[in-house]
């Protein structure tokens, strides 16, 4: 287990920078399929319009979102391993609210399913609601691993 740990440290930059650029991915998607469902919510079930977002939605959740979701959580656990930060307090937290936000990455493939089947479980309200949740806890998970308020 030594050596593996020793081999991903020479790629340490290269795994950071690919987590990084994961992060991003699933953020960018995570921010923008609520607000699709905003609109979505605005359309007759069955029209065209209806129609285009979900292909939309779709592709934004298959080709986007579910790969950079799997990316973030092979390589941050990853790199807390090589770094020894997963006995750091402030990591805990991170991992914390990034379980919260796996768990809204749940909630919106829920949510996708019910558009779907071209269902309008909630209003326009409720979505914009959802929406501004990840970026908050964007904001924090930032926060921690930047700041690492809690030592590291």
Sequence with gaps: MDQLREFLANYMEWILAAHIIAVIAFMAGMLYLPRLFVYHTGTAPGSEASETFKVMETKLLKAIINP?????????PTLAWITGAYLDTWLHLKFALVLVLSGLHGLNV???????????DHDARYYRI?????????????????VKPFGG
């Design 68 to 76: 950079s979701f799997i990316a973030v959580w092979i390589l941050g």
């Design 110 to 120: 829920r949510l996708w399913r019910g558009f779907q089947a071209d269902r309008r």
């Design 130 to 146: 959802i929406n501004e949740i990840p970026a908050l806890l964007m904001v924090l998970i930032v926060i921690l691993v930047v």
